[in-house]
DNA sequence: TGTTATTAGTACGCGTTAGAACTAATTGCA
DNA sequence: TGCAATTAGTTCTAACGCGTACTAATAACA
């Protein structure tokens, strides 16, 4: 047996495979609920960071929302033919667009958000205790700030 | 104020935004390096799977990466364009295809899956402990079996 | 002021990703 | 046996998701 420094048994794998895991489970779930409300995970991200505000350029919702800029063009497009948001030009700065709401759009935030979160809380409520909720939350922090520091090389 | 009964202060939202936040981290850093390696994140997943066997089906796969039949195709389709792995057909399925490794895939796999493995374990060992670690995984499992149960509606 | 650097957003290419429809082969069972 | 249900894999569509290149506008500074 050539277990001995064998890749495949490094201990930060057994975190590594369960953090893959959860996070597709929980998003399978999160995104077929969210298909049948007619929208995409990331159109519904986009709808939540707009919803109560009286909109925001672009930059600003791809630091809220983590897509690309490059992407966002594409999902702000199918909101906008949805009918749901609209492309304003802002009036202080001639390259930035000011996305927000229509009021379909404001509508669909107030219907769709509040359903969403009521249906993926008792998959949290039943299998975490308040207590583990907050351990697993600060791990999770801990080792994304792991991530996140600039690599030295 | 409205604080009472808003949805975005649900608690299990500490849970959800860190986990898909750490998620993307690890997952931009893991994915950023496999591709110096020239290989996508999901051609990677195939090429472990497939190190250190004799070959499998297509369905044998597709449970181990969770990948989607459908997307196993394209991504199959690739690596063989690249001559890494090749497909057979089964002996005694017809309907089947065994799916291995060329010489040059087993030769990917072992220079690419140990530099992957040692690219990422100083991220994890630098941000928990060994208990931590450990504690993190049984959370994250405990999660996960959550969202796995059948949901009775 | 004039040029250079930065920033905002779009366009595009490649590779996933899920899901549905499809073909072919195999199994189950009446 | 023989037909129905299942299974293996491919094909197709829609939408991401990332990175690069591009245009236009603004900021920085020599």
């Not at 001639?94 to 107030?110: K, P, Y």
């Amino acid at each position: 047996m050539k277990k001995r420094n064998d890749p495949g048994e490094e201990a930060f794998l057994k975190v590594l495979r369960p953090l893959v895991e959860t996070y597709r489970a929980v998003m399978r779930k999160d995104d077929r609920h969210i298909r049948k409300l007619d929208l995409t995970q990331a159109q519904f991200d986009v709808i939540v960071v707009l919803g109560e505000t009286p909109g925001m350029p672009c930059n600003k919702i791809t630091e809220e929302t983590l897509l690309t800029k490059g992407t966002l063009t594409g999902v702000l497009d199918r909101l906008t033919t949805k009918g749901l948001i609209e492309r304003v030009p802002s009036e202080i700065d001639r390259r930035s667009t000011i996305v927000r709401l229509t009021a379909q759009g404001t509508d669909c935030f107030e219907r769709v958000f509040p359903a969403h979160i009521a249906y993926l809380k008792p998959f949290f409520e039943r299998g975490l205790t308040p207590s583990e909720m907050q351990s697993l939350r600060a791990l999770l922090l801990k080792l994304k700030k792991s991530f996140e520091k600039e690599d030295k090389k």
